[in-house]
């Protein structure tokens, strides 16, 4: 069996979860993390049952300045080769920006921005030494839209920010035989609501607005795969997407108001 493998950050639940089967099934080999470790250990063997690749895992939180050394070590120590790296992991805080203390946005900011940097940072120079290396960064549509001003003043900023350190990765190493894909879904049916305690939100967003994660973890592994630089997932988000890129700001925010009410107020 090849020592190359594949890793993937939040993969014990949602869109992380439904990539690491997705990526199991086209035969590549599985690096599984994230907090729960009961999860992270029955998915590995399911994995290693349903696929017949190698599956292992490293129990980590991402909020911690440590992780991302955590994780690389444990790679290393094994010598797992990782050829794609999945940086998914996320959630939300679904308070207000005024009523969050500064270790809460920062652990926060850790979690989707600064680990997402670090885990890069240590992954990338075996990527060149083999010239080849697939970096996933699971964005947002967010990404594109006005900063809200409602819960999660950050969410929306980080993404556009991760957004534009993947197009900065492709910038400096597609040349190399290393590309990065910015996956930017707008609702799409995980745990990530009930997690971040906005489950009643998200229930009330109308159903075809929302994607089942298995079909977006697909077709952002398909992506991922060809070295597309963005991808976003439906033909109404592409046309969310378009209108936040092309339409003027201040346009974009009334129609938001009515799409996400409260957001934008
Ligand atoms: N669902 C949506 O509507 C939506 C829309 C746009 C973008 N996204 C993005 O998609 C990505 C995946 O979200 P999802 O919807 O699949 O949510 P999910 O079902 O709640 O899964 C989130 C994953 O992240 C892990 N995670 C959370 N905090 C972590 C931490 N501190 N350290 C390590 N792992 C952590 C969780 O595992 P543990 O709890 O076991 O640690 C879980 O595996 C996120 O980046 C999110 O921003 C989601």
Known sequence: MNNNYALITGSTAGIGLDIAQELASRGHNILLTARREDRLKDIAEQIVADFGVAAHYVVADLGEIDAPG??????????????????????????????????????????????????TKRFIPSMLDHKSGKIMLVSSLAAFAPPAT????????????????????????????????????????????????????????????KKDSKTVAKGAVDAMLKGKTVWVPGLLNKLIAFLCNNLPTSLVIRMSSSLAGGRYE
């Open 70 to 119: 955590k994780i690389f070590d444990f790679c290393t120590s094994n010598n797992y080769v990782v050829d794609i790296l999945v940086n998914n992991a996320g959630y939300s805080i679904n308070k207000k920006f005024h009523e969050t203390d500064e270790a809460e946005e920062e652990k926060f900011l850790r979690v989707l921005g600064t680990g997402v940097i670090a885990l």
């Open 150 to 209: 409602g819960w999660g003043a950050l969410y929306g900023p980080v993404k556009t920010f991760i957004n534009r350190f993947g197009d900065a990765l492709n910038l400096n190493y597609r040349a190399h035989g290393i590309t990065a894909t910015n996956v930017c879904p707008g609702f799409t049916v995980t745990e990530f609501h009930t997690a971040s305690g906005m489950q009643d939100a998200m229930d009330e967003v109308p159903s075809f607005m």
